[in-house]
DNA sequence: CGTCGTTGTAATCATCCGATTACCTATTCG
DNA sequence: CGAATAGGTAATCGGATGATTACAACGACG
């Protein structure tokens, strides 16, 4: 079995550590925070079921840290949007932000299932103080009003469900679905959509670990 | 120990049945498919946790009756709202509507938990059926435009993940949440906010039965 | 009354899953 | 080199959980 990424030399734990965290994202992006198993993270990032746990002490402190990262690269992605050419209207410049953002289905659908869990002590308490941190930003620093800032989340909410129904997968056969993803995504509909292949039933393959 | 509703005679089984249902879209709605046990379902309904399988064969199916349920009632409540006094804008009738479902949280975060499980074949499959016949009603027959529909739908996404974040749980604390929850919920807001008591660290309280 | 379908439960099973333990291997440092 | 530390896995455990089975109580009907 010879892989092109076979390797001799060890990787860096930092770097092994952002891998799994990265695949962490992705997979409880798909599966949600309780219905995802340390062990079906092990399997997308490679290692084993163990040292998933050992790298992050528990199921739930993995989900925060995923969580937090998402958080981060929101908070990111923002700012930079924030900071960037005047000529273009703010609204435009996050929206603009957003649809970068969706290249990582998992960033996006970790925190809707955040968003769902309010009623988790830890998780909700987490997700709450990330979305009041999100909404701040906006209304402090974007120059939008409370309602504008409102209105863009909104609009990012309705995103988020998109990409979680999968809504993409019937654009084909769908009419109203091209319908309304033309209206939710006006710019940049169809690269957002190569992103976003249909789930074959056995599933996009990915890299093959042996089980448990 | 006398229960004031303690029966002597036996409770039809449909009507047992709505009453499961209803306290499943509760527990569903606080913890997720994956995250509720049919236990936990039982518990909340006052029957044992096998009763509770063979009514329904499955978890899932289970879910999915709740699922079909909560459309039902967004379903009906709209239409409602569609038919009612012209005098009144569309847009307020229909947010009304959606007020008044607020009032049973699970409903609307059974919703949400369903959207965000696209990548599940059947449970995901179900959510985008019924969240693009929520579309196409609101756009074929309350006579909005496709982009009226698009943000009507928006609103009401943002307006879910508030309830499933449980912000008001933070209404009095912190003052950016009052101003979000004014935008969000523009009318009914004191309203909205009782029906909403805030979560104590051991739950309030339902009727308590004894455990598996 | 007796029997039969319905409503319901107690006990139990088989499986899954997060976590722990014990162990192995690479790398660093004296 | 040789010991020590960090990176990593195989094996396994204990509890939770969905589902099954066997059985008990109720109620209608002859």
Not at 70 to 88: S, W
Request: charged share 25%.
């Amino acid at each position: 079995m010879s892989s092109v990424t076979e390797k001799k030399t060890r990787m860096p734990s930092d770097e092994r550590r952002e891998l799994v965290l990265a695949a962490a994202t992705t997979v409880f992006g798909d599966t949600g925070y309780a219905g995802t198993t340390t062990d079906a993270v092990a399997r997308a990032s490679g290692v084993s079921q163990p040292y998933v746990v050992r790298m992050f002490g528990t199921k739930e402190q993995l989900f925060l840290e995923v969580l937090h990262r998402a958080l981060d690269k929101l908070d990111t992605a923002f700012r930079a949007a924030i900071a960037g050419d005047p000529e273009v209207g703010i609204e435009r410049r996050l929206g603009l932000a957003y649809f970068e953002l969706t290249a990582d289905r998992g960033i996006l659908l970790c925190l809707m299932h955040a968003f769902a869990l309010g009623a988790d002590p830890v998780i909700g308490t987490a997700a709450r103080c990330g979305f009041m941190d999100v909404y701040r930003l906006l209304r402090d620093e974007s120059g939008m009003s409370g309602q504008q800032a409102a209105d863009f989340l909104a609009g990012g909410m309705l995103a988020n469900v998109v990409l979680g129904l999968r809504l993409f997968d019937d654009y084909d056969t769908e009419p109203a679905v091209q319908e309304l993803l033309g209206t939710v995504f006006p710019e940049k509909l169809d690269i957002i959509r190569r992103s976003h292949p249909p789930l074959t039933p056995s599933g996009p393959s990915r890299t093959a670990a042996p089980g448990r």
